[in-house]
């Protein structure tokens, strides 16, 4: 079975803080992505990667930054946390190009708060 | 531009019964997949089913069928033999394949689903 794993559950920080939101899978699967989940807007997409040390922009990435040194690893950074950063995240990684449906699998979401 | 559309914000189902949840699509694209994924309130989402738009039947996963109508950009759910634990949001999604956002999922706004005893 798939498993895509985040750091935390539940997450609770300051305004202005460095937050590190960490993502691993164990499927060596090619492509990670990251999505925030706010009721009544659905699931956006902030970046996602093909590869180690790729990245490309979502549909939201103001105010966040990745890192993905490695294949099974995937890091979404909020260098200066802000109130409307309050929200569920949820990292999901997919095969790649033309293998099984590339079928995206997530993890099981980390609600941040920011006070 | 690739889009979703569920129509339904909530369904209510009594247990035993079928339901169909509603999905269309926009792509101008020839190749896409097409998903639905369940999220209960724990919040983590669970892929359910997957159709390929070459596909020329339609995908079946246990109680889970995917209702596919190309000509109408249609690609609806159905659960048959509800049960309580059905209970939850029901998103469909999109994946395009090609270009620069090869992969990438387009989903909908959800179906909040109710299974009552």
């Known amino acids: 079975d798939v498993k895509v794993t985040q750091s935390s559950r539940y997450l609770v920080k300051r305004t202005g803080e460095k937050v590190f939101l960490e993502c691993v899978q164990d499927?060596?699967?090619?492509?990670m992505f990251w999505y925030r989940q706010d009721p009544g807007l659905g699931l956006r997409l902030i970046y996602f990667?093909?590869?180690?040390?790729?990245?490309e922009k979502g549909d939201i990435p103001e105010g966040y930054s990745v890192s993905r040194e490695k294949k099974e690893r995937f890091s979404l950074i909020l260098e200066s946390a802000s109130t409307n950063q309050t929200s569920m995240y949820l990292c999901?990684?997919?095969?790649?190009?033309?293998?099984?449906?590339?079928?995206?699998?997530f993890g099981p979401g980390t609600r941040l708060t920011v006070l | 531009a690739q889009k979703i559309t569920q129509t339904q914000p909530g369904m209510f189902v009594q247990e035993k019964e079928a339901v169909t949840l509603d999905c269309t699509y926009d792509?101008?694209?020839?190749?896409?997949?097409l998903f639905w994924y369940k999220q209960p309130s724990s919040g983590e989402m669970i892929f359910l089913i997957y159709?390929?738009?070459?596909?020329?039947q339609n995908a079946t996963e246990g109680r889970y069928s995917l209702n596919f109508q190309k000509a109408r950009k249609s690609a609806n759910l159905v659960i048959s033999a509800s049960q309580l634990g059905d209970s939850a949001m029901y998103f469909c999604?999109?994946?395009?394949?090609?270009?620069?956002?090869?992969?990438?999922?387009?989903f909908g706004r959800g179906t909040q689903l109710t299974v009552w005893p």
């Open positions: 999901a990684s997919s095969p790649g190009q033309g293998k099984g449906g590339d079928t995206q699998y």
């Open positions: 499927m060596d699967h090619e492509n």
């Open positions: 990667s093909y590869d180690v040390k790729m990245k």
């Open positions: 792509t101008s694209d020839p190749s896409y997949g």
């Open positions: 159709q390929g738009s070459y596909d020329q």
């Open positions: 999604a999109m994946r395009t394949d090609r270009g620069s956002t090869l992969g990438r999922l387009y």
